[in-house]
C-alpha cells in the first residue's frame, strides 16, 4: 500500500455527500488537475448517486519532443509519431500512480466496479495503459483525443478483469496533435482485441466540445447507475 507522500496531488470535486461513484481524470501533457475540474458541473450528474471527481497532477518532467522543457506529463515523448519509439518505464511508473489513486479510492469505501479512468491526450493514454491492465473491474474507461500506447505488449499484460468493461473513445477529426489515423488504429486493436468500445468523432481539433460532453454525460450516466 501506498503511504500518503506517494500519491499524486490532486483536485477534487464531489457531485453530493458520501460520494459512492468516483471518475479518475488525468490530464494532458503540459496542462495539469485543473484542466477538466469546469466540466463536472457542465455533465449536470446532480441526480445521481454522489460522485467524487479526482484530478490529478502528473509530475514535471522533461519532454524530449518540446525540447527537452520541463512540464507536467504522465510520460516522455519522442516523435510526432507517438509510438514508434516510447517511454515504457515513464508509461510504467504513470501506470503504477494511476493504480494508487484507485487503491485509494477503494480505500475510502468506493467498489473498483464504481470507478471510471478518463483522460484527454496523454491522459487518455495513461487510462488505457492502466485500466487494460488493472486486475479488478471497473465501470468504465474514457478516452479523449488519444491513443493506445504499447500496443505491441497489451495481449500479454491485459487482465480479464477489464475485458468487458465499457470503453467511451472519442475524438476530432481535425486533430492534428494525435492524427485521427493513430485514433481509429486504436479503435481497430481494441475490436480485434473483443473489447466493449463506443467510439464517436467530432467535428473538431485537439479539445473537447459541447456534444462530446454530453456523450461523455451519457456514458457516466451508463456505467456509474
Not at 470535486?13 to 466540466?39: K, Q, Y
Not at 475490436?191 to 468523432?201: C, E, I, Q, R
Not at 456534444?211 to 454525460?217: L, M, R, S, T
Amino acid at each position: 500500500m501506498m503511504s500518503s507522500a506517494d500519491i499524486l496531488e490532486c483536485i477534487e470535486i464531489e457531485t453530493g455527500t458520501n460520494p459512492t461513484r468516483a471518475v479518475i481524470w488525468l490530464h494532458g501533457l503540459g496542462a495539469d488537475g485543473n484542466d477538466f475540474a469546469p466540466l463536472v458541473p457542465e455533465l449536470k450528474l446532480n441526480d445521481m448517486p454522489a460522485i467524487r471527481f479526482v484530478f490529478p497532477h502528473a509530475p514535471v518532467r522533461p519532454v524530449t519532443i518540446n525540447n527537452g522543457m520541463s512540464m507536467r506529463a504522465w510520460y516522455d515523448i519522442f516523435a510526432p509519431d507517438l509510438v514508434r519509439r516510447e517511454d515504457a518505464p515513464g508509461l510504467h511508473a504513470s501506470q503504477k500512480a494511476v493504480e494508487a489513486l484507485i487503491a485509494r479510492e477503494n480505500q475510502r469505501g468506493i467498489l473498483s466496479s464504481n470507478i471510471v479512468l478518463a483522460g484527454f491526450s496523454q491522459g487518455c493514454a495513461m487510462t488505457l495503459q492502466t485500466g487494460l491492465r488493472h486486475s479488478q473491474k471497473l465501470a468504465g474507461l474514457i478516452g479523449l483525443s488519444g491513443y493506445l500506447p504499447l500496443a505491441n505488449t497489451l495481449a500479454a499484460e491485459r487482465h480479464a478483469a477489464n475485458q468487458d468493461t465499457p470503453i467511451f473513445l472519442a475524438h476530432g477529426v481535425m486533430d492534428p496533435v494525435v492524427v485521427l489515423p493513430r485514433a481509429e488504429a486504436t479503435h481497430q486493436i481494441l475490436l480485434d482485441m473483443a473489447y466493449s468500445v463506443n467510439w464517436n468523432t467530432y467535428n473538431m481539433p485537439h479539445s473537447v466540445c459541447l456534444e462530446e460532453i454530453d456523450d461523455i454525460a451519457a456514458f457516466l450516466r451508463k456505467t456509474l447507475a
